[in-house]
Antibody
Framework: EVQLVQSGAEVKKPGESLKISCKGSGYSFTSYWIGWVRQMPGKGLEWMGIIYPGDSDTRYSPSFQGQVTITADKSISTAYLQWSSLKASDTAIYYC??????????WGQGTLVTVSS | SYVLTQPPSVSVAPGQTARITCGGNNIGSKSVHWYQQKPGQAPLLVVSDDSDRPSGIPERFSGSNSGNTATLTISRVEDGDEADYFCQVWDSISDHAVFGGGTKLTVL
């Protein structure tokens, strides 16, 4: 069974750094792109970027380029999304997704990130 | 960048047919995917590549895509279908994913 299991909720202060994770199982982790999707409170879905764990090829949405970093450790089948300096506007639920051709066929359960002073 | 436009809300009575549209420039030339999101849950893929249903998705869910409009059709709507629905394409020019703004389906 394919699963994407994300790390737990985080509460941070503005200016702090953060790295959240997404562990894949039940499939060949290095053979599928893993992406990240943001959902701000009460809002829609926004695609942030994507990584191919097989060779770490990474693409970013222009809206998120330079704002976050996406990495992967294929030895432990885990992808990461990280911030060096959080802002209150980063408060959202973040989903990791598996890309199959042009669609996202499996989703993680989501990680709620709250940034507040 | 490519833009997908959805109506904010659609309402339908139980047992009737709901149609949710997704507009985009020449969207008929792209593959459209649809996701259902219920409150407090992660989105779920319900239709891929315009009209394919993943395993476990009821036959009541179907899709079509032509010209500048893709449509998700839900037949014999049930209370449990009440959710937000998002369309999505992969823009091959920018090599990026694009989501529509989402449509809230209300079952009256």
């Amino acid at each position: 069974e394919v699963q994407l299991v994300q790390s737990g909720a985080e509460v941070k202060k503005p200016g702090e750094s953060l790295k959240i994770s997404c562990k894949g199982s039940g499939y060949s982790f290095t053979s599928y792109w893993i992406g990240w999707v943001r959902q701000m409170p009460g809002k829609g879905l926004e695609w942030m970027g994507i990584i191919y764990p097989g060779d770490s090829d990474t693409r970013y949405s222009p809206s998120f380029q330079g704002q976050v970093t996406i990495t992967a450790d294929k030895s432990i089948s885990t992808a990461y999304l990280q911030w060096s300096s959080l802002k209150a506007s980063d408060t959202a639920i973040y989903y990791c997704v598996r890309r199959e051709m042009g669609t996202f066929d499996y989703w993680g359960q989501g990680t709620l990130v709250t940034v507040s002073s | 960048s490519y833009v997908l436009t959805q109506p904010p809300s659609v309402s339908v009575a139980p047992g009737q047919t709901a149609r949710i549209t997704c507009g985009g420039n020449n969207i008929g030339s792209k593959s459209v995917h649809w996701y259902q999101q219920k409150p407090g849950q992660a989105p779920l893929l319900v239709v891929s590549d315009d009209s394919d249903r993943p395993s476990g998705i009821p036959e009541r869910f179907s899709g079509s895509n032509s010209g500048n409009t893709a449509t998700l059709t839900i037949s014999r709507v049930e209370d449990g279908d009440e959710a937000d629905y998002f369309c999505q394409v992969w823009d091959s020019i920018s090599d990026h994913a694009v989501f529509g703004g989402g449509t809230k389906l209300t079952v009256l």
